[in-house]
Each structure stands twice: as structure tokens, then as C-alpha cells.
């Protein structure tokens, strides 16, 4: 090659001058603060995902020590202390606590439980314990559980980060030679040291670059001389600037944003330990699995809030049965009464007799399922909400549920469906990955070429520091080697390419044809999943109607069987029909029965129709913005100085005051009486609204409890007792209201008599 002005070799030579001549005017101090720059603009990074502020306060809410990792008494003792017996049908009464569903929501986002994850069954809670899996315990539903994992996740964003981290590598060694050898080789007898430091940083595209200090010290023993004089002791520095970079294979921002691991470097392996595999999928990959941790977090909210509500409103209902029960209860009581006084005189049928006995019996066992039902779906509420199964009250709720007609638009929720299911989200979030391994197999279909350069200053004396020279055959040199070193008088340079190419790519081929299945696999499942969205989203928009429906008809039938009691009483007391006849009391028999039985039917109704209503929502994805709840990250921020459950608990008692005040109630008769509504008032519900609990119990008849006979045919005496009886006391009731032939007691027309059908005092 002719070494003129375009030649290679002219250019290399011109760019080794311009760089000896900015060399030799730097002085170990600028290089000391350039050194140091690199260092620190290198290790700039992004804040931890969890802070210590974070950290002590997980920790104080979850009741550990500042350090548990050293606390070796952490999971000895149970978290639990003592807990109460739970409450059982023999004695099932306890204080009251009236609970609105904010509350039980808010409640259950502290320290609440899952549940079950299925829209069919949704308001069961899991009572299965944890498994192991070989590498640790899996199985809790706890959503404090849940809310650590995406944190866990988050913080393989900033390990991903660190492959780009700079790095200080730095050894020493020490050595001495003393070989029984003649001639020449007994010139390397002695002792050596050798330092070295690198400061290498890794480049986002894929290359490295650092700076490589060394110093190798040598005392022979037996110095060569004559012709070979050396310099004796010796001080050799090297300064080397090196830079790599992949050329075809790895190179480039996007594609080290996906590898698995760092490229790799042959100037600095000392590299390619720390860098190999932190996260699979590298920095994208690590977000997205971040984004779809987040997602199944939300999903897993998502069933919890269902599963509140619907086990608020089955508690709700519960309550409504066991009421549904007593009224029931009250009036087969009294047709017992009537029936065996008029059977003493002997005026009355005893198969009669037998059968009102007989109801008689079916209501108490109804009251009795009724009973356990209330402190089955308290439990399992309990449970949710991540409550001791027993702390001496009983939860009633306070809300009143939804009767308004809800018609939703069709478009608008299967749009939301679409956007908002985090199911969905992370389908999504796996095809963006299953993209990215397509690219990342692509890459590696691409021969590894690689270029390397580096130019490094060289220093010899025997010592480090200090004046003076020393006489080489080469003339003077300084005896100081790092200012031999800082000279520019010696300087050494390299450039140079590698390549490694596979033959064949089999291997390469393969990943490629994994990573492309995979891809139309990920396809398929976003499809799967949206039509199942779909399938769902339409069950839950025809069950939304159906159930609305039921309701009007239900209470269309509740209202006409009451209109035939009613109708019955009035027979009666224009002497019309004999009250002691078979035709009389099979109609009464028959008429208590279905009466009772479609009130709770009609309760049934309103609680699915509430149901609905949240599963519905659950699956359009909105369940979140309907109870106000929002997912945030990091610490709870300064503006939030009272928990959301005090605020919540403080609704619930004036939610409690003001219907015990009577302000959800109108009345369309004049004020005036004592004892609650006026004579002859018809206390109504607003349209649309259904009574609450408290009004269901706090405004009906009172209720004493008797014990009748086991026999039959013996004549009850009943025995009055001092005081009433528990609110969910099993035992038969005793009731002057309604009378045999009253209209039975419903939350439309409720008597205001004194007493309460379930005490709340």
C-alpha cells in the first residue's frame, strides 16, 4: 500500500500524533478527574423501586421489628393471640355493629382476603392452607401478599438497568522466582509485583469502554549485563484507553434493551460474570413482566371486590330470610294457639290440629337454618374482609341495595370490556414479548463482528516517583515511571476485528422457529381471551335484566298472597267462613307458608339483582372506578393523615343515626300518636329503594321467646319469661302481633308496634 494522503496507514499515523500531542500536554491530575467523571456519570441510575421510608412502614403494619431478618424469634410465637368461641345457633347473639359496603371495601383493601376467582361463584372465600412447591410455600390470598409481588418485579427493572453500570476492576499479586538454573535463565530469579485497576464501563449499544491503569514491579536477582544492561529494580506503567464494540450481532440500543444477557467483551471479561442473566429478557421484557404483575394484581382486586360485595349482600339476605322466617313463625304460632283452644272444647279437626303442629315445626326448623345461614355468610364476609372470625359482635349491614332499573348500553360496555380487563392487558403484554423474542432470534441469525481499539501510554524507572535518570541504550530516561508514563514518548495502539460465525445457524434457526410458534400462539390466546370477555360480558348483560325482572314479578306474587290472607281475615270477620272448618285452615296453612316463603323470594331476587349489578361491572373491567378504589405506587402520600376505614366507619353510624331518625321514610298520613307511626299510617319506602336492616328489625313486632311441650297433645302453658330474648335466639317465639287472622308484617307496611324482632340494643 502506497503511503500517501488517502493510504489507511497515512490516517492512523496522523490520528496517533494528534492523540500523543493531546496526551503529553495532560498531567496526572486531569486524567484523575476525567477518570473520576467517567465513574460517576456512569453510575447514575434510577432511584430504588422501594425506599427505607417504604420499607419501615411495611414493616410496621405488618407488625415485624426493624431488622426481622436477624430476629430469630420471627414466625416462633403466632400472630394470633386468643380469640373468642364463635358464635353457634345454640347462642348466636352479640353486639351489633352496623357496617356500610365503603366500609367492608375499605376494610378489605387493608388486610382482606381474595377469595375465590370465579364470576359463576363469586362471594366464596378459600379456606385452603398454603403448599409447598420445593422452593418455597405458594397459596395465600391475603391482597397484602399480592401488593408485594409487583414491587418484587418492579425491582428487576433497576437489576436489568445495572448490566449498563459501570465497574471498578482491581487486583494485586505478589511473586517471587527462584529457579535452580544456569545461564540466561537465571536472569528472571527474583521477586515481582503486579498491580492492576480498570475502570470499564458498558455502552447501551452493546460496547465497552474503560481505562486499564497497571504497574508491574521486578527485582532480579541476578541482573543481565554487558550488552543487556536493565533497568534494576523496575517500574512498568501502562495506561490503556480501550473501546469494543459489536458490529453486526448486538449491536445497537434496541436490541441490548432485549438480550438476556450483556454481549460480552474481550478487553474487560472481567465483565462478563456480573452481566450474564440478572433478568431474563432483559430491560423490556423486565417492564413488561412489571406491567403484567401490575395487571394480575388488579385482576386479583378485582375478585376481591366482587367477592365483598357479593358476600355483603348474601349477608344482607340472610338477614332477610331469618326475618321472612320469624313472620312466618309468628303466625303459625298463633294458628296453633287458636287451633288447640278450640280443640280442648272440642270443636276442632284433630288431623288439623296435627298438621298446624306440623307447620308449626317447619317454621322453627326454617328459622333454625335461617340462624346458622346469618353466621355462615358473616364468616365467610369476615373472612374477606380479613376480620377475626369472632370479636364479640355481628356485623349487620347498614346499606340498602339498588332497585332502580339499570339498562346498560351495550356498546359502550363491551368497548370498556375490550380496554379495561386486565386479563386482556396482560394477553396483550405477553404478545408484545413474544414480539420481542422474534426480534432477539432475528439477532441472532447475524454473524458476531466485532472491533476493537486501544491505545495505551507506557512508563519505565525504578521507582515510582522522585527525580532523577537512568542511562539505556535507547539515552536518558526519567527514573520516575509515571512521568515516564505521562510523557508521551511511548505509546502502543491496536485495531482490530474478530468474527465468530456459526456453521449452519442449527441452533439459531431453531430459537427462530420457537420464537415465531410462539408469537401465533400468543395470537391465538388475545383472541381466545376476547371472545371468553365477550361470552361473559353478554351472560352477565342478559342476567342484569332477568334479574330486575324477577324482582317485579315476585313481589307481584309476595303482594297477592298477602291480599289473600288479608282476604281470608275479612271472610272471617263477616262470618262468611268457619275458622274451625278443614276447607279454613288448609287455605290458612297453605296461604302462611307460600306468603313467608315469597317474601324471602323476593329478598333472594334483590340480593342477585345487587349482585349482578357488581358482576357485571367486574366484567366490563370498571369494578374499580364504581367502588372508587385506585391502585397507586410508593408510600401513602402526606395528604392522607386518617385511613380511609375511619372515614368509612364514621359514614356507617350516621348512616345508622339517621334511619333510626326515620329520614329514609315518608309517611302519607298526618303525625300524631305514640309508639312510632301514627294509627292508621302506611309507612313507605321511596320508589326504587329497598328498606334497610335496621328498619326491618328496629320497626317490627316485638318477639318473646316460649317453650312449649314435647308432647303434642298436651295443652302449652307457656311461661313468660323477665326479659326478651336474643336477637337470633332459636327457640319458638311468642307474639300478640300479627294475630291468627292479621295481614302479615312486610317492609312495605311494617308494624310500629314496641320491641324490635331482632334486638340491636
Given at each position: 500500500?502506497?503511503?500517501?494522503?488517502?493510504?489507511?496507514?497515512?490516517?492512523?499515523?496522523?490520528?496517533?500524533?494528534?492523540?500523543?500531542?493531546?496526551?503529553?500536554?495532560?498531567?496526572?491530575?486531569?486524567?484523575?478527574?476525567?477518570?473520576?467523571?467517567?465513574?460517576?456519570?456512569?453510575?447514575?441510575?434510577?432511584?430504588?423501586?422501594?425506599?427505607?421510608?417504604?420499607?419501615?412502614?411495611?414493616?410496621?403494619?405488618?407488625?415485624?421489628?426493624?431488622?426481622?431478618?436477624?430476629?430469630?424469634?420471627?414466625?416462633?410465637?403466632?400472630?394470633?393471640?386468643?380469640?373468642?368461641?364463635?358464635?353457634?345457633?345454640?347462642?348466636?347473639?352479640?353486639?351489633?355493629?352496623?357496617?356500610?359496603?365503603?366500609?367492608?371495601?375499605?376494610?378489605?383493601?387493608?388486610?382482606?382476603?381474595?377469595?375465590?376467582?370465579?364470576?359463576?361463584?363469586?362471594?366464596l372465600p378459600t379456606d385452603d392452607l398454603v403448599n409447598f412447591t420445593g422452593v418455597g410455600v405458594v397459596g395465600s390470598d391475603a391482597i397484602r401478599v399480592f401488593a408485594l409481588q409487583p414491587a418484587i418485579d418492579g425491582a428487576n427493572i433497576d437489576a436489568a438497568l445495572g448490566r449498563f453500570d459501570a465497574q471498578w476492576i482491581t487486583g494485586m499479586s505478589w511473586s517471587a522466582q527462584d529457579n535452580p538454573t544456569q545461564g540466561l535463565a537465571s536472569f528472571t530469579n527474583g521477586s515481582g509485583a503486579n498491580f492492576n485497576t480498570a475502570l470499564a464501563k458498558p455502552l447501551p449499544t452493546g460496547g465497552v469502554a474503560g481505562i486499564t491503569f497497571s504497574t508491574v514491579y521486578q527485582n532480579l536477582i541476578n541482573p543481565p549485563g554487558g550488552l543487556f544492561p536493565v533497568v534494576n529494580p523496575s517500574y512498568t506503567t501502562n495506561l490503556q484507553f480501550g473501546m469494543e464494540q459489536p458490529l453486526w450481532?448486538?449491536?445497537?440500543?434496541?436490541?441490548?434493551?432485549?438480550?438476556?444477557?450483556?454481549?460480552?467483551?474481550?478487553?474487560?471479561?472481567?465483565?462478563?460474570?456480573?452481566?450474564?442473566?440478572?433478568?431474563?429478557?432483559?430491560?423490556?421484557?423486565?417492564?413488561?413482566?412489571?406491567?403484567?404483575?401490575?395487571?394480575?394484581?388488579?385482576?386479583?382486586?378485582?375478585?376481591?371486590?366482587?367477592?365483598?360485595?357479593?358476600?355483603?349482600?348474601?349477608?344482607?339476605?340472610?338477614?332477610?330470610?331469618?326475618?321472612?322466617?320469624?313472620?312466618?313463625?309468628?303466625?303459625?304460632?298463633?294458628?296453633?294457639?287458636?287451633?288447640?283452644?278450640?280443640?280442648?272444647?272440642?270443636?276442632?279437626?284433630?288431623?288439623?290440629?296435627?298438621?298446624?303442629?306440623?307447620?308449626?315445626?317447619?317454621?322453627?326448623?326454617?328459622?333454625?337454618k335461617a340462624i346458622g345461614q346469618v353466621l355462615e355468610e358473616e364468616r365467610t364476609l369476615r373472612i374477606l374482609l380479613g376480620m377475626p372470625i369472632e370479636d364479640g359482635t355481628r356485623l349487620v349491614p347498614a346499606d340498602t341495595p339498588t332497585l332502580a332499573p339499570i339498562v346498560p348500553n351495550w356498546d359502550a360496555a363491551y368497548e370498556d370490556a375490550?380496554?379495561?380487563?386486565?386479563?386482556?392487558?396482560?394477553?396483550?403484554?405477553?404478545?408484545?414479548?413474544?414480539?420481542?423474542?422474534?426480534?432477539?432470534?432475528?439477532?441472532?441469525?447475524?454473524?458476531?463482528?466485532?472491533?476493537?481499539?486501544?491505545?495505551?501510554?507506557?512508563?519505565?524507572?525504578?521507582?515510582?516517583d522522585g527525580n532523577g535518570t537512568i542511562i539505556t541504550p535507547a539515552g536518558a530516561i526519567p527514573s520516575n515511571s509515571l512521568r515516564t508514563l505521562f510523557s508521551g514518548d511511548?505509546?502502543?495502539?491496536?485495531?482490530?476485528?474478530?468474527?465468530?460465525?456459526?456453521?449452519?445457524?442449527?441452533?439459531?434457526?431453531?430459537?427462530?422457529?420457537?420464537?415465531?410458534?410462539?408469537?401465533a400462539k400468543s395470537y391465538a390466546v388475545l383472541k381466545d381471551q376476547e371472545k371468553k370477555a365477550h361470552n361473559i360480558l353478554a351472560r352477565q348483560y342478559r342476567l342484569l335484566i332477568e334479574s330486575y325482572k324477577t324482582i317485579e314479578i315476585r313481589r307481584i306474587r309476595r303482594q297477592t298472597l298477602a291480599q289473600e290472607l288479608k282476604l281470608l281475615a275479612d271472610k272471617v270477620a263477616v262470618g262468611t267462613i268457619d275458622p274451625t272448618s278443614r276447607k279454613f285452615g288448609d287455605s290458612l296453612l297453605d296461604a302462611q307458608r307460600l306468603w313467608a316463603l315469597s317474601l324471602s323470594e323476593e329478598y333472594q331476587a334483590i340480593v342477585d339483582y345487587n349482585n349482578n349489578l357488581a358482576q357485571f361491572e367486574f366484567t366490563k373491567g370498571t369494578i374499580q372506578q364504581r367502588d372508587n378504589v385506585h391502585i397507586a405506587e410508593g408510600p401513602?402520600?402526606?395528604?392522607?393523615?386518617?385511613?380511609?376505614?375511619?372515614?368509612?366507619?364514621?359514614?356507617?353510624?350516621?348512616?345508622?343515626?339517621?334511619?333510626?331518625?326515620?329520614?329514609?321514610?315518608?309517611?302519607?298520613?298526618?303525625?300524631?300518636?305514640?309508639?312510632?307511626?301514627?294509627?292508621?299510617?302506611?309507612?313507605?319506602?321511596?320508589?326504587?329503594?329497598?328498606p334497610p336492616l335496621p328498619a326491618l328489625w328496629e320497626r317490627g313486632p316485638g318477639l318473646d321467646k316460649i317453650e312449649l311441650?314435647?308432647?303434642?297433645?298436651?295443652?302449652?302453658?307457656?311461661?313468660?319469661?323477665?326479659?326478651?330474648?336474643?336477637?337470633?335466639?332459636?327457640?319458638?317465639?311468642?307474639?300478640?302481633?300479627?294475630?291468627?287472622?292479621?295481614?302479615?308484617?312486610s317492609p312495605e307496611h311494617a308494624p310500629a308496634a314496641a320491641g324490635a324482632a331482632i334486638s340491636f340494643q
Amino acid at each position: 500500500m502506497r503511503k500517501n494522503g488517502n493510504s489507511l496507514e497515512s490516517r492512523i499515523a496522523a490520528l496517533c500524533r494528534c492523540l500523543r500531542k493531546l496526551l503529553r500536554s495532560v498531567r496526572l491530575p486531569s486524567l484523575f478527574l476525567f477518570a473520576v467523571s467517567l465513574f460517576l456519570l456512569s453510575a447514575c441510575q434510577k432511584t430504588v423501586f422501594i425506599r427505607e421510608p417504604d420499607l419501615f412502614e411495611a414493616s410496621q403494619r405488618l407488625d415485624l421489628t426493624l431488622n426481622p431478618e436477624y430476629d430469630p424469634t420471627s414466625g416462633v410465637v403466632p400472630f394470633l393471640g386468643r380469640v373468642g368461641e364463635p358464635a353457634t345457633v345454640i347462642d348466636p347473639e352479640r353486639t351489633p355493629r352496623f357496617m356500610t359496603l365503603m366500609e367492608a371495601i375499605a376494610i378489605a383493601l387493608e388486610s382482606g382476603t381474595v377469595g375465590a376467582q370465579s364470576i359463576r361463584s363469586p362471594g366464596l372465600p378459600t379456606d385452603d392452607l398454603v403448599n409447598f412447591t420445593g422452593v418455597g410455600v405458594v397459596g395465600s390470598d391475603a391482597i397484602r401478599v399480592f401488593a408485594l409481588q409487583p414491587a418484587i418485579d418492579g425491582a428487576n427493572i433497576d437489576a436489568a438497568l445495572g448490566r449498563f453500570d459501570a465497574q471498578w476492576i482491581t487486583g494485586m499479586s505478589w511473586s517471587a522466582q527462584d529457579n535452580p538454573t544456569q545461564g540466561l535463565a537465571s536472569f528472571t530469579n527474583g521477586s515481582g509485583a503486579n498491580f492492576n485497576t480498570a475502570l470499564a464501563k458498558p455502552l447501551p449499544t452493546g460496547g465497552v469502554a474503560g481505562i486499564t491503569f497497571s504497574t508491574v514491579y521486578q527485582n532480579l536477582i541476578n541482573p543481565p549485563g554487558g550488552l543487556f544492561p536493565v533497568v534494576n529494580p523496575s517500574y512498568t506503567t501502562n495506561l490503556q484507553f480501550g473501546m469494543e464494540q459489536p458490529l453486526w450481532r448486538n449491536n445497537g440500543v434496541a436490541i441490548n434493551q432485549l438480550l438476556d444477557n450483556f454481549p460480552g467483551s474481550v478487553l474487560f471479561p472481567g465483565l462478563n460474570a456480573r452481566t450474564s442473566a440478572i433478568v431474563p429478557g432483559g430491560i423490556l421484557i423486565a417492564r413488561l413482566r412489571f406491567d403484567e404483575q401490575r395487571a394480575e394484581f388488579e385482576r386479583r382486586l378485582n375478585y376481591m371486590l366482587l367477592n365483598v360485595e357479593v358476600s355483603y349482600w348474601r349477608l344482607y339476605g340472610a338477614y332477610v330470610t331469618l326475618f321472612a322466617a320469624e313472620q312466618g313463625l309468628r303466625q303459625s304460632i298463633e294458628t296453633w294457639r287458636f287451633a288447640n283452644t278450640h280443640y280442648q272444647v272440642g270443636d276442632y279437626d284433630p288431623v288439623l290440629l296435627a298438621q298446624t303442629r306440623a307447620q308449626y315445626e317447619l317454621f322453627r326448623v326454617e328459622r333454625l337454618k335461617a340462624i346458622g345461614q346469618v353466621l355462615e355468610e358473616e364468616r365467610t364476609l369476615r373472612i374477606l374482609l380479613g376480620m377475626p372470625i369472632e370479636d364479640g359482635t355481628r356485623l349487620v349491614p347498614a346499606d340498602t341495595p339498588t332497585l332502580a332499573p339499570i339498562v346498560p348500553n351495550w356498546d359502550a360496555a363491551y368497548e370498556d370490556a375490550l380496554s379495561l380487563r386486565p386479563e386482556l392487558v396482560m394477553a396483550r403484554e405477553d404478545l408484545k414479548a413474544k414480539q420481542f423474542g422474534v426480534v432477539v432470534a432475528q439477532n441472532l441469525l447475524r454473524p458476531d463482528l466485532r472491533a476493537q481499539a486501544t491505545y495505551a501510554m507506557v512508563g519505565l524507572g525504578n521507582r515510582l516517583d522522585g527525580n532523577g535518570t537512568i542511562i539505556t541504550p535507547a539515552g536518558a530516561i526519567p527514573s520516575n515511571s509515571l512521568r515516564t508514563l505521562f510523557s508521551g514518548d511511548f505509546a502502543n495502539w491496536t485495531v482490530g476485528l474478530t468474527m465468530n460465525v456459526p456453521i449452519g445457524f442449527r441452533t439459531e434457526y431453531a430459537r427462530m422457529r420457537q420464537a415465531r410458534l410462539e408469537l401465533a400462539k400468543s395470537y391465538a390466546v388475545l383472541k381466545d381471551q376476547e371472545k371468553k370477555a365477550h361470552n361473559i360480558l353478554a351472560r352477565q348483560y342478559r342476567l342484569l335484566i332477568e334479574s330486575y325482572k324477577t324482582i317485579e314479578i315476585r313481589r307481584i306474587r309476595r303482594q297477592t298472597l298477602a291480599q289473600e290472607l288479608k282476604l281470608l281475615a275479612d271472610k272471617v270477620a263477616v262470618g262468611t267462613i268457619d275458622p274451625t272448618s278443614r276447607k279454613f285452615g288448609d287455605s290458612l296453612l297453605d296461604a302462611q307458608r307460600l306468603w313467608a316463603l315469597s317474601l324471602s323470594e323476593e329478598y333472594q331476587a334483590i340480593v342477585d339483582y345487587n349482585n349482578n349489578l357488581a358482576q357485571f361491572e367486574f366484567t366490563k373491567g370498571t369494578i374499580q372506578q364504581r367502588d372508587n378504589v385506585h391502585i397507586a405506587e410508593g408510600p401513602v402520600p402526606m395528604a392522607a393523615q386518617i385511613r380511609a376505614v375511619e372515614h368509612e366507619r364514621e359514614r356507617s353510624r350516621s348512616v345508622v343515626i339517621k334511619r333510626r331518625l326515620g329520614f329514609p321514610l315518608r309517611t302519607n298520613a298526618p303525625a300524631g300518636g305514640t309508639g312510632g307511626a301514627p294509627a292508621g299510617a302506611v309507612e313507605r319506602w321511596p320508589e326504587g329503594v329497598a328498606p334497610p336492616l335496621p328498619a326491618l328489625w328496629e320497626r317490627g313486632p316485638g318477639l318473646d321467646k316460649i317453650e312449649l311441650p314435647d308432647d303434642a297433645e298436651a295443652s302449652p302453658k307457656p311461661r313468660q319469661r323477665q326479659q326478651a330474648a336474643p336477637a337470633l335466639q332459636n327457640q319458638p317465639i311468642q307474639s300478640t302481633q300479627p294475630t291468627l287472622l292479621q295481614a302479615p308484617a312486610s317492609p312495605e307496611h311494617a308494624p310500629a308496634a314496641a320491641g324490635a324482632a331482632i334486638s340491636f340494643q
